[in-house]
Structures are given as structure tokens and as C-alpha cells.
């Protein structure tokens, strides 16, 4: 989760977000890279009353300022593309949950088995424990299990919402009357929060997401339990 003054993304808990992190340091370096030069050459612009008398018109360096920025932009764009088709790949899910966003809170159906699904409401401040976290506990928690390929069906009941889990590296709209979907494999067990992404009234704030990656054993008792529930 984020903490404060933390700048950076936080930490990968999915192949896809490993992938987005990676291409962001990939196109930082270039920034960097070009930012440094071109701060160089004005610097070296206005410090030097010198004039290079070859350089006032020159083809060849016109053609080199021409092409290079064109072959910059092919090197971010190619490995942006990939990641584009693979953020919208799903293969073969072997779980499926529906998530509908509701002023304000998140329920959750469990499709793949009778009987599981249930509402997810903020835990109240009078009402956390300890160590709790404040403004990101739930009552519930979205249960999956880790290294399994989920997909989640996204809509809300009332206006639009949006299901936005950062370590993940999931975002999508949920919008009443339409059906939204997005996929993930949880690489590791732990919880990873996150919140509402699209203003949605007074109590926006307050209608986060917590889902806890387990093993496949404690799922499968999880959902036992839930049913008998």
C-alpha cells in the first residue's frame, strides 16, 4: 500500500504491473536522457558567445534532428502497444467474480459457487482494530486465491464508480448498465487496497477496496465457510 511521502509505484503483486513498472522506467530513462542534452546544449547556448559557422545551415544534422526523435517514439510505442493488448488479454479465468459499485459501498458475487456473495463497507474509525488501517479496512474482503487467473465483471447500481487496485495494476470504470471487465493473477499472498477512482458523490472517499490473496487451500475453506454463512 501507499504510505506517506512515498513518490513511487508500489510494490508489483502481478505479472501485469511488474510489466506497466518496467515500461515506465524504460521511458524515464529516455526522458532523462533527452532532458539532460537538451539542458546541456542550452546551457552550452547561452555561455558560449562562440558561433560555429558550419552549423548555421547543415543538412546533415537537420536529417539527424529529424529522424532520431521519429525512432525515439518507435521504441516507446512498440513496448507501450504490447503492454496495451496485454492489459486486455484474459486467458482462460478460473474464477469469476462480478463487483457492482453502489453509493458507497462495493458488493461482490462469487459466480463459481452457489451462495457466495456478500456487501463491502468501510470499516468505521470507532470500529477498527489496532493496527488497522483508516479509510481502507473493510468488513469484507474480496477473497482470491494466489498464482490463479482471475476475472472480475465490473457495473455499479446507481452512477459510475470506478474499481481501482494499484499493486495489482487494475483500473476500470464501473458503469451502470454496462459490464466492465479486467484480469489479474495474484503472484503472492497479502492484502492490497485500494479505492473508488471516479467521484461519485458526497462519500466517495469512503467506499475502499481490499482484496486478500491466499492459497488455494484457504480459499477453498473460505468459500466453505461463506456458503454455510
Not at 46 to 69: A, D, G, H, K, V
Not at 151 to 180: E, M, Q, Y
Not at 205 to 221: H, R
Request: glycine share 4%; aromatic share 12%; charged share 15%.
Amino acid at each position: 500500500m501507499a504510505t506517506w511521502s512515498h513518490l513511487g509505484f508500489q510494490d508489483s503483486a502481478s505479472p501485469l504491473m511488474e510489466q506497466l513498472i518496467f515500461f515506465h522506467d524504460h521511458t524515464m530513462i529516455i526522458l532523462i536522457v533527452i532532458t539532460s542534452l537538451v539542458g546541456y546544449m542550452m546551457a552550452s547556448l547561452l555561455f558560449n558567445t562562440l558561433t560555429n559557422r558550419f552549423l548555421l545551415e547543415n543538412q546533415t544534422i537537420e536529417m539527424i534532428w529529424t529522424i532520431l526523435p521519429a525512432i525515439i517514439l518507435v521504441i516507446i510505442a512498440l513496448p507501450s502497444l504490447r503492454l496495451l493488448y496485454l492489459l486486455d488479454e484474459v486467458n482462460s479465468p478460473s474464477l469469476t467474480i462480478k463487483t457492482v459499485g453502489h453509493q458507497w459501498y462495493w458488493s461482490y458475487e462469487y459466480s463459481d459457487f452457489a451462495e457466495v456473495e456478500f456487501d463491502s463497507y468501510m470499516t468505521p474509525s470507532n470500529d477498527l482494530e489496532q493496527f488497522g488501517y483508516r479509510l481502507l479496512d473493510v468488513d469484507n474482503r474480496m477473497v482470491v486465491p494466489m498464482d490463479t487467473q482471475i476475472r472480475v465483471l465490473v457495473t455499479a447500481a446507481d452512477v459510475i464508480h470506478s474499481w481501482a487496485v494499484p499493486s495489482l495494476g487494475v483500473k476500470t470504470d464501473a458503469v451502470p448498465g454496462r459490464l466492465n471487465q479486467v484480469s489479474f493473477v495474484a503472484s503472492r499472498p497479502g492484502l492490497f487496497f485500494g479505492q473508488c477512482s471516479e467521484i461519485c458523490g458526497a462519500n466517495h472517499s469512503f467506499m475502499p477496496i481490499v482484496v486478500e490473496s491466499v492459497s488455494t487451500n484457504s480459499f477453498l475453506s473460505w468459500v466453505a465457510t461463506s456458503s454455510e454463512d
